[in-house]
């Protein structure tokens, strides 16, 4: 069995490896004073690559093998998580361990490309999981060289027909792969579409108060326990607040006692800031939503918290994002490391508000905000549909493919 029907089409047959692939072992002995650049395999057939370069001296064993473009390589420790590969020219020269080994291809049987499609494939995988040896759980289930032979690719009846159906794979790689890179694009895209639209709708030339005007105190930083993760009282981590968004599953847990009357503790509707972070991130804001309760946040945010009568705390928390407050941010930030800034109370609490905007007039611009906010995410999820489905492509027509039904 292959992974895939055992029963091909008229003309079709399953090869073993040992049928079109020779054992090569190019041994190098290594000198301590010479650098050597060492290569990997990735998972699921997506070739071999340069994993780091070190002294001879840094590498245990001294006995090495050299790989060569276009020489069949695999690594025994993950085959059965489809680590397999055709070395291309940038690891030409470079060396593997006995992890790693090595084989010519006969070019005359099976086409280098047909066979680079099905190490992709979920039925190279299965096979060479059924007949490892040991056990995944601990990273020791291990393919050995001969047990390597044992493994089968389907082909069709000609070599002329693996080349034609190495040419439909590369084209539809090359079409997953575009749209790939467009769902990246796309992504910046909307990071940046989101910023405007909440630019545009709350950024006010006449932000003639500052945000301490429209606060029932001043701000204050939370308290950064010794947290040892056994159960106790959970404390926030820095990256709960990224991206001006609250995650409420971003936080660890302390066991030392707490004070019930401690400044502390959140509230549901608190707004935290980051005072210290790097130069993007520094002054990042979000709502925290009740969750988990009790909960400290740590020294390194403060809580900001609003007077309703005063201002919205969601439109204040859209502010937070505008362009007047990032800017006036980014002045105040200070640090001697150029990529960690920190910010004061006092920065905080002289960020230009528009006091002019009446409550009611605040919570309309958070609704016409957030309706817009959700045309975006609504696309943005299309995005994220249409990018995760472009590998399963692939992997679908090779599926078809190498059961011989494309």
């Given amino acids: 069995m292959t992974g895939y029907d055992a029963q091909l089409p008229r003309g079709w047959s399953h090869l073993r490896f040992d049928s079109f692939l020779r054992r090569i072992e190019q041994k190098v002995e290594l000198d301590d004073a010479t650098e050597y650049s060492t290569v990997g395999v990735r998972l699921r057939g997506r070739g071999a690559y340069v994993r780091d370069s070190l002294l001879g001296a840094q590498i245990a064993r001294k006995q090495q093998w050299i790989l060569r473009a276009n020489d069949i390589v695999y690594n025994k420790l993950f085959a059965w998580r489809g680590a397999f590969a055709v070395a291309d020219e940038s690891v030409d020269g470079l060396i593997v361990s006995d992890k790693f080994p090595t084989y010519e291809l006969d070019t005359a049987i099976v086409d280098a490309s047909y066979l680079r499609f099905f190490f992709m494939t979920d039925g190279l995988a299965t096979q060479a999981r059924r007949l490892s040896k040991g056990a995944a759980a601990i990273s020791k289930l291990t393919l050995n060289p001969p047990q390597f032979w044992d493994l089968t690719l389907p082909v069709p009846s000609s070599l002329d027909v693996q080349r034609r159906m190495a040419t439909v794979f590369r084209e539809v790689e090359a079409r997953a792969l575009e749209v790939q890179a467009l769902g990246e694009h796309m992504g910046s895209d909307f990071a940046a579409l989101r910023t405007i ?32 993760n056994t159960g106790g009282t959970p404390v926030l981590s820095l990256s709960a607040v990224t991206g001006f ?34 130069a993007d991130l520094v002054g990042h804001a979000a709502i925290y939503d009740g969750a988990p309760s009790p909960c400290i946040y740590p020294d390194l945010m403060m809580r900001l918290r609003v007077d309703p009568s005063r201002a919205d705390a969601a439109f204040v928390h859209l502010w937070l994002q505008g362009r007047t407050a990032r800017e006036h941010l980014r002045k105040a930030s200070r640090g001697t490391n150029p990529t960690m800034r920190k910010i004061a109370q006092g920065d905080v609490q002289r960020i230009p508000f528009p006091l002019h905007l009446s409550v009611g007039r605040q919570a309309e611009l958070v609704r016409a905000v957030r309706g817009l906010l959700q045309h975006v995410e609504q696309a943005a999820v299309a995005r994220d549909s249409l990018t995760n489905n472009a590998p399963e492509l692939l992997r679908a027509v090779l599926k078809q493919g190498f059961s011989g039904r494309l």
């Avoid at 609250?246 to 503790?265: C, I, M, Q, V």
């Fill in 245 to 278: 968004t609250y995650r409420g599953a971003e936080f660890k847990t302390t066991s030392l006692p707490t004070n019930p009357d401690a400044h502390y503790w959140l509230a549901p509707g608190d707004l935290l800031i980051t005072r210290s972070n790097t």
């Fill in 197 to 228: 639209l909440i630019a545009n709708a709350v950024d006010d030339p006449e932000a003639m108060g500052t945000l301490e005007d429209v606060l029932s105190e001043k701000p204050r930083n939370g308290w950064s326990p010794l947290c040892d």
